[in-house]
């Protein structure tokens, strides 16, 4: 997996890190049992299967059509916990809608649409609270309630687009990353403080568990800033973590405890590259000179030259706690997107952790990449058939002709005369045993069947002279005119000016044209259809005896089961005209070429010739002088 894939890849642990959540990008989700290493389900085209959706619209297109940009899960309480079908999948969309998954039932619970025009940017909530907050590429914040969807408030809190949002665990201020890093109060939304921010725009911020700082790090800046909240005039960040690569992934745990010795303070951040890196500090002045201990996968040199662009790395970790200062517990998941693997590690501050990596998930692994590779080697080569095998060669060895008619293709080789009578012989050989192929074939072949004329013979076409002549006069008679467009009007006039008999024979003679295609159906088909309509009592009530109607509905079935053949037959011709056409095209190219390809042959000849005469003259002249 390269560092591409890491950076669009959504991730999320459920809250009792059972379940792991994560999209590559193509509009799937997959959840996976952290417990087993199985999928447990996966999401694709979310639509919503209850009345209670008010906000919802039709998705078209498609999972690729889907665009999701950011994922949370949300975190309940303790009594909710225990009910089952309580676990939500908050998700954002580059449409700007915000949706939420019941994983336990498997359908959507609530959508709000087009709450950020634009795209929804980053999705957060407090630990202990019911609702959730939004933001977009609109500079607004939303809160939405967890469990209906509803829009509870909204506000600007930019005037450009926000990259990143956060709310602290007790859900009592707010942090935007925008142009600057603004800090708000939740409940008078009045604005606390303000940072410098970054320049570019940020990708991952949290608050820490206290609520005293805030973790931010921003595209293509390896780095981790730390910012104090301390309502202070201070605009610069208090602690810059330094890393190999920019972070996609952060996270913190804080421990206050009246021991001093027992307090710190630990981050969690994974790199681009597929490396986790965590620093451990007892306050901000150790945590700034903390060195970072990595955690990355032992990959084989061969294996990374080999599967370039899909080496297993580390795409997610939750920091589940502080066993003992310093030391950590951390859950991983790491591999493959296709197969992931899930591990819990104890990490000791100062101590890297190289894991073993696996190939599960890889197509083809290195063993046999390297024999396929090595087999098509193999395979390159070329065999040419010696002389003495030529009789059972398919094709006979081509001869070369000068622009006289006379063959030069041993004149200028190495092919010594006998060889080519030897051709010769073989040649003339080959080509009377394909005349007598041709000849045996030809006697074969039985005679060409015009596919009309078996249909005709099978019943499947009326013959063009199964009507009498008597019908067809009698069209003449009533003024019928099925070779030209007639308008409607005149069409249903004509019908109603008939007596139901007269009616109901042309309905006959016109069925029986249709069926043996001795008039287009484009003018008889209007006919049919305005007898149907005007005379229907009288077609139905002669139905029983002459069976016209079931005759009629039979051959609009086979009528109307042919035509997908035909359409796709009709457009199979189309494409092998259009080769046809094309190589013609090309041959006609490659005629002109050879043409003015012999034609500056033959120049070159007669400049060779000139020069031959000029030569001899020169010589003639130089003996005589």
Known sequence: MSSSNIRDLLTSFSPSVDFFAISSGDGRIKIWDTVKGQ?????????????????SKPERGGHLSVDYTCMKWLPLDKERKRKHGSSLLVLGTGSGDVLAQDVSAGQLKWRVSDCHPGGVSAISFPTHDS?????????????????????????????????????????????TAAAQLKVFNCSNLSKVQKFSGHPGPVRCMIFTDDGKYILSSAVAERYVAVWKLDSGKKQSACCVLAMDHPAVFLDSRCVDAEDVDASGLSVLAISEMGICYFWYGKNIEELRSAKPTKISLSLDDQFSKSQKGAAPAIFAAKLQGIAKPPSAHIFLAYGSVVKPSFEKIIVHSGRDIKLNSSQDGILLPISQSRKSKKGSNTNNEVIALDRAGAEDALLPIPTFFDSHGQKKGHQNSGIAPDEVMTNDLVNSKREAQAEARKDDMAQDEEPPICIEDRLRTLGILGDKNDFRSDLVDFTKLMGINTEANIPPQKMRAAILSMVPSDAYKLLEVLVTMWQSRSCSGKYILPWICCILVNCSDYLISQEPVTQLLDLLDKLCKSKVGSIQSLLQLSGRLQLVTAQIEKADQNEGHGFLHDQQMDESADDDDDVEFLYGEQDEDSQTSSDDD
């Open 39 to 55: 999928v447990q389900t996966e999401f694709a085209d979310i639509v919503s299967t209850g009345g209670t959706d008010l906000f």
């Open 131 to 175: 609702s959730i907050y939004t933001a977009g590429v609109d500079g607004i914040i939303c809160k939405l309630d967890s469990m209906a969807g509803n829009l509870l408030g909204k506000f600007r809190a930019s005037t450009k687009g926000i990259s990143s949002m956060s709310v602290s665990s007790d859900g009592k201020m707010l942090a």
